[in-house]
């Protein structure tokens, strides 16, 4: 099974939330086209454009325009800095946003307003607002899914329980949580992965830190278990799959397949664990989080005992030496 991607694209009205309050951004013109959508992670400074190489600039990025840029445009006439303003705001630009407050230069704004163009204001330093808006659109246009799960911490480990409902994930999550366990999410996880290949797990809205179990209802973690129960976010290191028992069904018994489940396009290791009457399943998961971070750090018990298995029986094979 496989979660695919959400392609993802931001409103420049997100840029005045509160992740970038500390920007002060304002609106200049164009507050009636803030649904225009930024569809690039990383910004520019048209600087290239003001000077006519217009194929610098990509669609779906948000345009910088700092001191220099400024102070460039002013050093041309009255005609070419119209002719390049005109050109630069005909492009697929989504937002410009006029860094340390400075006045933007005659007939930009009414050129921006005619494009349907927003632009912004922020009294901070280029270099600010550019490591501001550049980490807040890579966390928000990273490929991103959702998924019916719980997610832990265990061990250091993010370990994924997934399976069908009322197979007992919350249950054996809960019990995890009582042996010092940290929670991440329950029913719904929220997934990114981000360009260095790690897929990161988180809760969103109300439902974090909460939990909902069947004849009791919906608690909080923190408060019944303390601030050491649960975590804002973990990388997704390993899939348990739990299902019932199936009489006849052929199970792993070695530990020598190793399986992987695709989120995003990222494999995944991955573990089918069967759940049946006398089987303490809380348990099994904690040491199934064990025995990975064992293979992470180069001892693979099933393969070690494999070889020490064909090595008795080439001995025996040879027969006792003399």
């Known amino acids: 099974m496989e979660y695919g991607a959400i392609e993802g694209a931001v409103p420049v009205a997100e840029l005045m939330g509160e992740e970038l309050s500390y920007l002060r951004l304002s609106v200049l013109s164009g507050g009636s086209h803030l649904d225009n959508l930024i569809t690039h992670p990383r910004v520019q400074k048209p600087g290239l454009a ?116 009322g197979v007992g994930k919350s249950e054996s999550a809960l019990d995890l949580i009582t042996r010092g366990h940290s929670l991440v999410a329950d029913d719904k996880v929220a997934v990114k992965r981000y360009p260095n290949g790690e897929l990161v797990g988180y809760s969103e809205g109300p439902l974090r830190h909460h939990m909902e179990l069947r004849g009791i209802g919906i608690i909080n973690v923190q408060d019944l278990f303390g601030l050491a129960s649960v975590r804002e976010r973990t990388t997704i290191d390993l899939v348990v799959e739990l299902e019932h028992w199936q009489d006849g069904r052929a199970y792993e018994r070695l530990g020598l397949d190793e399986s992987v489940f695709h989120i995003l396009e990222t494999p995944v290791p991955y573990i089918r664990m069967p759940v049946a009457m006398g089987r303490n399943i809380s348990i099994l998961v904690e040491i199934a989080a064990r025995n990975h971070v064992l293979k992470l750090q180069g001892h693979h018990s099933a393969r070690e005992f494999a070889r020490k298995l064909e090595a008795q029986l080439e001995r025996n094979r040879k027969g006792p030496t003399r």
């Open 50 to 165: 003001f000077a006519g190489y217009y194929e610098y600039i990509k669609p779906g990025r948000v345009q910088i325009v700092g001191e220099s840029e400024t102070e460039y445009l002013k050093t041309l006439t009255e005609e070419e800095r119209h002719e390049r303003l005109d050109r630069i705001t005909s492009l697929p630009v989504p937002v410009f946003v006029i860094t340390k407050g400075i006045a933007p230069l005659p007939g930009f704004l009414s050129l921006c307003q005619n494009r349907e163009v927003p632009v912004l204001s922020s009294p901070a330093l280029s270099s600010t607002v550019i490591k501001g808006i550049s980490y807040f659109l890579e966390d928000h246009l990273v490929p991103s899914t959702s998924l019916h799960g719980v997610l832990l911490e265990i061990y250091g480990l993010g370990v994924l329980l997934i399976g069908e409902s």
